[in-house]
């Protein structure tokens, strides 16, 4: 415990903008969810993920992309339509998240060039953007008339407008990321030679005369925010001098410029990772940005965002007048309850961002929201509607890893009588092997974090305990919870048992082994390439991977994979693609190539084609007790996200429908 209002004053103290109080700080930076229903408005679900954040103290909570273009039509759940009537679940929303304390805001967003990103886009459909052009994946674009530039300032404001009688007391427009806004105010899309393009002021003159247009019809006091790339991040985009200007254009007009950074529209990996910051990049590298901005900004509050969790950080950052506000997207997702734990003086129990953007792969994969590590977010309703009761049992969860901690928390949570036993000394699993691996800090704090909250309850936590199902009778549990896990795979390659092949997990532990040596990596999932990235960025070891496929294996996290994708380049790893091993010897791994056999050099080989789930070691306990679960990877060799909610929902289900 820290005295809160000595240590983070700064994050506490709260904001009046207009008429609105802001009860500190801490901003949730829009995150949409993906849950629209068909009519353009939010579903249920959504509301109450919303008003979850704001249960946990943040001072605004913000519902994303909201277009304001009825041209706008970027898939099957776009346009999310405000100003339509019978849209009752945003005014819903507002006051769900109001009721909370915070203050609730719409993102309101043109997507222009982007506009048929998923549907496509001909010359009878174009998209609209600032000039004609034939975006990269090849949809076209047509330059907005002046006619179409009135229409889409018009419907921002009456967009505002549908939202403050809605009930939200700001709104934020997007200009960052690649969207309308940014497309006109960036120099390299924006070629225009009229009043709308040239110079900053006139490239920038779209947004401020929306805002201004904003301001009029929902009076001048209604704070409105606007997101901006304080650099676009990529060798043909603006860099920070030119977001200083465009910065000063609003300076005064806004009264938050939020600095963001890239432009997603010229798609590359590294100008995703750096917008939603990667695991590989620091903490608080994007607060450069907002830093130099604020210097140049003199009437507007400036906000800063990107990886952002550490609350002493954040301090830091307001403390040294770097921003006026820290905004935080996934960090909330992953703990929403950030800033009451700050209020409290409770930091250390801050469950900190992995980074790891399983949220965002599967909201724009599959239209859910999920977090690796909170099995709780987007399940609101599931989390507040009332469940049948349960009847109290004795559990005993077989394996300490991610899944069997979270099980064994999750079911003392709810009253059960918990055993938790892990057969070596340690609670964490195998994933222990990445403790010193800088990349992963966060994840080793968590499971730091988790085996704390162990310590402090009342399981019984039983360490150097391999379970037998002799053992697991005779405690007469009512439930087992089976949370073994996993064993690596060795492929059946000649030479694999060679003194010179290890498994990925031993190298993760002990980098010692192949320090100093050339290295080849069979396999290009996420083991394979973070562990060439860790090797070479922090040993300087030369790595080459060889992969069956035709890319690397993200095992549906795509969006990671784009950061891994732009580690790989930056560290110059190579990557040899459907090419499949056929021998391992001492010098090197001989392997069929697209262009016939080759063979790659090498001092040390390194596994890291996979896991295999303990399925049998797992349903050996399946007759030991009234109810069994297997949780986690002995079920299904997945990810965080799978170890963590398998655990939550069997622990929800002990002594229920039975
Ligand atoms: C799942 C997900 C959805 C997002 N949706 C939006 C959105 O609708 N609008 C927006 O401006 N930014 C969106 N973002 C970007 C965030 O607001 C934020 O800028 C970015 O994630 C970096 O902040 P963080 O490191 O705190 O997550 C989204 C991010 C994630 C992870
Ligand atoms: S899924 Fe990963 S990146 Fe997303 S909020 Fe959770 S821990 Fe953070």
């Known amino acids: 415990m820290v005295n809160a209002y000595e240590t983070f004053p700064h994050l506490l103290a709260p904001l009046k903008i207009g008429n609105v109080m802001f009860r500190n700080r801490i901003f949730a930076s829009p995150i ?21 954040k704001a249960m946990g103290g943040a001072a605004v909570i913000t519902y994303g992309e909201v277009d304001t273009d009825p041209a706008d039509y970027r898939e099957g759940r776009y346009p999310r339509e405000v100003t339509r009537r019978s849209n009752y679940n945003y005014a819903r929303l507002s006051s769900m998240v109001t009721r909370q304390g915070a203050v609730a805001s719409l993102e309101l967003c043109f997507s222009g060039a982007f506009a048929r990103m998923y549907t496509g886009g001909g010359d009878v459909n174009p998209a609209w953007g600032p000039v004609d052009m034939t975006m990269a994946m090849g949809w076209k674009v047509k330059a907005m008339t002046e006619e179409r530039i009135q229409e889409v300032i018009e419907g921002f404001a009456q967009a505002a407008l549908a939202g403050k009688q809605a009930g939200y007391d700001m709104v934020c427009l997007h200009g960052s990321h690649g969207f309308g806004l940014q497309q006109f105010m960036s120099p390299t899309m924006n070629t225009r030679t009229d009043q709308w393009g040239g110079s900053t002021e006139n490239r920038c003159r779209f947004p401020v005369e929306i805002i201004k247009a904003i301001k009029r019809l929902c009076g001048q006091d209604y704070p409105v925010e606007i997101r901006i790339s304080g650099s676009e991040v990529l060798e043909s985009g603006f860099g920070i001098d030119e977001g200083i200007r465009i910065a000063q254009q609003l300076d005064g007009v806004a009264d938050i410029i939020h600095v963001s950074v890239s432009a997603l529209d010229r798609f590359n990996a590294e100008s995703f990772s750096r917008t939603h910051l990667s695991m590989f990049y620091p903490h608080g590298f994007n607060v450069q940005y907002a830093a130099e901005i604020k210097k140049h900004v003199k009437k507007s509050l ?191 390659i000649p030479g694999v048992d060679g003194k010179n092949v290890y498994q990925a997990t031993d190298v993760f532990s002990d980098p010692s082994l192949v320090k100093g040596k050339k290295v080849v990596i069979l396999g290009a999932g996420f083991v394979g390439t973070e562990l060439a990235i860790y090797l070479k960025s922090e040993f300087g070891v030369e790595c080459e991977i060889v992969e069956m496929l035709g890319m690397i ?67 050996k306990f399946h007759k030991c007790a009234k109810d069994f679960y297997m949780i986690g990877e002995c079920r299904k060799a997945a990810n965080i996200l799978f170890a963590t909610s398998s655990a939550y929902s069997a622990a929800k289900l002990i002594g229920r429908y039975c």
């Open 553 to 619: 294996s993200t095992g549906g996290n795509s969006t990671h994979g784009s950061a891994v994708r732009d580690m790989i380049a930056q560290n110059d790893v190579p990557i040899h693609f459907n090419t499949k091993a056929l021998e391992i010897s001492s010098s090197g791994v001989k392997c069929q190539g697209p262009d016939g056999e080759v063979t790659y050099s090498s001092d040390a080989v390194i596994l890291a084609v996979g896991m295999s789930p303990l399925q049998e070691e797992a349903v």
């Open 302 to 492: 400036v906000g800063t965002v990107g990886g952002l969790s550490d609350p002493y950080l954040m301090e830091e950052i307001l403390a040294t007048g770097k921003a006026d506000i820290v905004y935080m997207a996934r960090g909330l997702v992953c703990d929403p309850d950030i800033p009451n734990k700050i209020r409290q003086g409770r930091p250390e129990d801050i469950r900190k961002c992995l980074r790891c953007l399983t949220c965002f792969s599967a909201g724009v994969g599959h239209g859910d929201l999920v977090c690796a590590i909170n099995p709780e977010i987007g399940r609101e309703t599931e989390v507040h509607y009332a469940l049948p009761p349960h009847e109290k049992h004795r559990v005993l969860v077989i394996g300490g890893g991610i899944s069997g901690m979270q099980a064994a928390l999750s079911a003392n949570k709810l009253g059960h009588d918990v055993i938790l036993c892990e057969k070596s000394g340690e609670l964490g699993g195998k994933i222990l092997c990445e403790k010193d691996v800088p990349f992963k800090v966060n994840l080793h704090a968590y499971i730091m974090q988790q085996a704390a909250l162990i310590a402090k309850s009342n399981i019984d936590l039983r360490l150097n305990t391999e379970v037998t199902p002799e053992y697991a009778e005779k405690e007469k549990a009512d439930t087992i919870i089976a949370a073994v896990g996993s064993s690596p795979i060795i492929p059946k």
């Open 32 to 52: 949409s969810s993906a849950e629209i229903v068909i009519d353009g408005q939010p579903a249920l679900q959504a509301v109450m993920y919303h008003e979850r």
